[in-house]
């Protein structure tokens, strides 16, 4: 008897969580609304990429941009994030989840910093999904930093400019370690990247979905999953690189 073929999912997805202020605005509530339904998205979203077998999320939570918004919803952003931490941590630990997080980490206040790190610390040594928070991060800043520390280690003699290559770079990033992702996803309608991972999404399959964040559904996310199943991904070459699919 034959038996149907295990549904091929993505290693790493990556997600612009993008919408919540014109989702609060559609009804008439203050944009705040929209940021605290989308953390409930999260929880959602990170509960079902578990389920579907997927290595690596990574969610940009707050662009190196953001900091141009009004201070009081940089304040609620802020607020949600360490709200975030302090309920879900717990949990996250006891589902196996490894917590990594990317971004310029140096403007932020202390409690903020001591938050992250001891998200990543407490969570180091699990060894199920790892989701990836990207806060206070910017592409082209991430790559210029990179940059920086790379120029340090030729004026301190311990590299030579011609060793400079791709691979030196990429493990000079936020997300050394971390595999690039296959699947880059924007909801709201919006179709850029702003910003993201514009290094290590040079092969990523763009999907944009016109719903906002909040009604990012658990059942979207899934039909978003299947879609890219489907995509024929060659890598400048003739043939499709393999995909692993669930459980292997």
């Known amino acids: 008897m034959s038996t149907s073929a295990e549904p091929i999912v993505p290693l790493h997805v990556a997600i612009i969580m993008d919408g919540n202020g014109r989702w609060?605005?559609?009804?008439?509530?203050?944009?705040?609304?929209?940021?605290?339904?989308?953390?409930?998205?999260?929880?959602?979203?990170?509960?079902?990429?578990?389920?579907?077998?997927?290595g690596f999320l990574t969610l940009f939570a707050f662009s190196s941009e953001n900091w141009r918004r009004p201070e009081a919803e940089i304040?609620?952003?802020?607020?949600?994030?360490?709200?975030?931490?302090?309920?879900?941590?717990?949990e996250l630990h006891r589902a196996n989840v490894r917590i990594r997080v990317i971004g310029d980490r140096a403007t932020l206040k202390d409690d903020i910093r001591s938050l992250l790190l001891e998200a990543e610390e407490r969570t180091a040594g699990n060894a199920g999904m790892t989701l990836v928070i990207a806060f206070?991060?910017?592409?082209?800043?991430e790559i210029a930093r990179a940059a920086a520390r790379l120029?340090?280690?030729?004026r301190a003699g311990r590299l030579e400019p011609h060793e400079i290559d791709a691979q030196r770079i990429n493990d000079s990033l936020d997300t050394a370690g971390i595999p690039d992702p296959d699947l880059v996803i924007?909801?709201?309608?919006?179709?850029?990247l702003s910003?993201?991972?514009?290094?290590?999404?040079?092969y990523a399959e763009l999907m944009f979905v016109p719903e906002f964040w909040p009604d990012f559904t658990p059942e979207l996310f899934r039909a978003v999953l299947e879609r890219f199943a489907a995509r024929d991904r060659r890598f400048g070459g003739l043939s499709?690189?393999?995909?692993?699919a669930v459980g292997s």
Not at 25 to 42: I, Y
Not at 136 to 141: L, Q
């Open 24 to 54: 609060a605005n559609a009804r008439g509530l203050p944009r705040t609304f929209g940021h605290r339904k989308g953390v409930e998205t999260v929880r959602e979203t990170v509960k079902a990429a578990r389920e579907a077998g997927i």
């Open 75 to 90: 304040n609620e952003l802020f607020g949600l994030l360490k709200a975030f931490i302090r309920r879900d941590l717990a």
């Open 151 to 154: 120029a340090e280690e030729v």
């Open 136 to 141: 206070n991060y910017g592409a082209r800043d």
């Open 186 to 192: 924007r909801t709201s309608g919006e179709e850029r």
């Open 240 to 244: 499709a690189k393999p995909m692993a």
């Open 195 to 202: 910003n993201f991972l514009l290094w290590q999404a040079a």
